[in-house]
């Protein structure tokens, strides 16, 4: 019923920036968060950033001052501003909504098949 696409992600040089994408799709009435998660293979799934639909803003300590997320409601499209990267980012990114569904009752949560950043030293 929702389908999230990421893309941006790719091969960067530490110190370098890259920006992510993610729209959203489907039977969609409206989306209360957006956010993106990381996960490398050692470590769980991580939140990483967070925007309400208020543009309220939460972000991962290891991030902030690097990290910039911000949305687009008319296109149901989020943003991931990365800057001063770092080989530690590197990871599989994905995108996640908090989806209320048109016509249809309750909400779900909806996830991208994720995109890979890469940060060389």
């Known amino acids: 019923q929702v389908q999230l696409v990421e893309s941006g992600g790719g091969l960067v040089q530490a110190g370098g920036p890259l920006r992510l994408s993610c729209t959203a799709s489907?039977?969609?009435?409206?989306?209360?968060?957006m956010g993106w998660y990381r996960q490398d293979p050692v470590k769980q799934r991580e939140l990483v950033a967070a925007i309400t639909i208020g543009a309220g803003t939460n972000y991962a300590d290891s991030v902030k001052g690097r990290f910039t997320i911000s949305r687009d409601n008319a296109k149901n499209t989020v943003y991931l501003q990365m800057n001063s990267l770092k080989p530690e980012d590197t990871a599989v990114y994905y995108c996640?909504?908090?989806?209320?569904?048109?016509?249809?009752?309750?909400?779900?949560?909806?996830w991208g098949k994720g995109t890979l950043v890469t940060v060389s030293s």
């Open positions: 489907g039977n969609i009435f409206s989306i209360r968060t």
């Open positions: 996640n909504a908090d989806v209320v569904l048109r016509g249809v009752p309750g909400r779900i949560d909806a």
